[in-house]
């Protein structure tokens, strides 16, 4: 029985010994680095290195894949951004004063009046107020851009609500998933250097429910355990399926988004995004969050009496 059990903690081991070797590599440089300036020596590339040639090429290795992980990221970003260019470009003629509310809602007074003026065209234009309402969501969602809590309860005010749900789910799903491939190609360095700790940890979690992991993700989703994007740049790093990723994203932001929606039936009656959320629905959510990982809970309890 040890067999399987190290095989769980594969990945987590795995990134755990990655990670503490960029970071001896690291050390070793910068201890060689100040032995040569105390010795009063400029350190220069002829000089003998102690470190073991395999952690520095390991440092090297991390800081040439940090510096071309930033310059593919921007390039990505920028071809994004000029996909949003050309779609805006399509959009109907706005007057100087509407345009002025064409921007990504900061608060309840900007969702406000993005929704008069989508509201406005969005009869005589439906094909290019939707396509623009789901570029503008998919693109804040890959980049962890806030405000696409406004953009739901905006859904609600605009559309029926089985179209907004479907719409946001999909929405925060496609855009969870390229940030997902985005951490894939660029994010494993940041991950080393900046979230090495919780990282790790999450891993080991997500190995104790690798066997109901769409579960686990739905329940992660619904509660605010984890913040959104950080699940979405470990998961790649900590070898979590980009099918299992997308299904239990999909399905659990549709609680939540459920709320948001509701509350943007009454868009203009709302101060601030806190309004969305009542007591009531605070306990529903939490309802759900145990339902959602109950079926792991019973098959683990039903294998550990079996076996």
């Not at 769980?8 to 070797?21: F, S």
Request: with cysteine; hydrophobic share 45%; net charge positive.
């Amino acid at each position: 029985m040890a067999q399987p059990a190290a095989t769980l903690r594969g990945p987590a081991r795995q990134l755990e010994t990655e990670v503490l070797a960029a970071k001896e590599a690291e050390a070793a440089m910068e201890r060689q680095h100040q032995k040569l300036l105390a010795g009063g020596r400029r350190p220069r590339r002829e000089d003998p290195e102690r470190v073991p040639e395999g952690l520095r090429g390991k440092a090297h290795a991390e800081g040439g894949s940090a510096r071309m992980s930033l310059l593919i990221l921007v390039s990505i970003f920028l071809s994004a951004a000029s996909v949003m260019f050309l779609v805006y470009k399509n959009f109907p003629q706005l007057s100087e004063e509407e345009r002025e509310c064409i921007k990504v809602p900061r608060d309840m007074d900007d969702a406000k009046a993005l929704g008069k003026v989508l509201s406005k065209y969005k009869d005589t234009f439906y094909v290019q107020v939707l396509v623009a309402y789901f570029t503008t969501y998919v693109f804040l969602q890959t980049f962890a851009i806030p405000g696409s809590i406004f953009l739901s309860i905006l859904s609600g005010f605009l559309y029926p609500f089985p179209l907004a749900l479907f719409l946001v789910c999909l929405c925060s799903g496609l855009g969870a998933s390229f940030c997902y491939m985005l951490s894939y190609l660029v994010g494993r360095p940041v991950v080393y250097r900046y979230l090495t700790e919780k990282a790790v940890n999450w891993a080991k979690q997500v190995e104790r429910h690798r066997e109901h992991l769409i579960n686990y993700i739905i329940f992660l989703r619904i509660t605010p355990f984890l913040p959104n994007w950080f699940i979405n740049i470990t998961s790649p790093v900590i070898n979590v399926p980009l099918k299992v990723f997308f299904i239990g994203t999909f399905l659990g932001v549709a609680p939540p988004s459920f709320v948001a929606i509701k509350a943007g039936t009454t868009l203009y009656q709302l101060t601030t995004a806190g309004e969305a959320v009542s007591w009531n629905s605070v306990f529903v959510l939490m309802i759900l969050a145990i339902l959602s990982i109950l079926p792991a809970v019973f098959q683990k309890k039903l294998k550990e009496k079996f076996e």
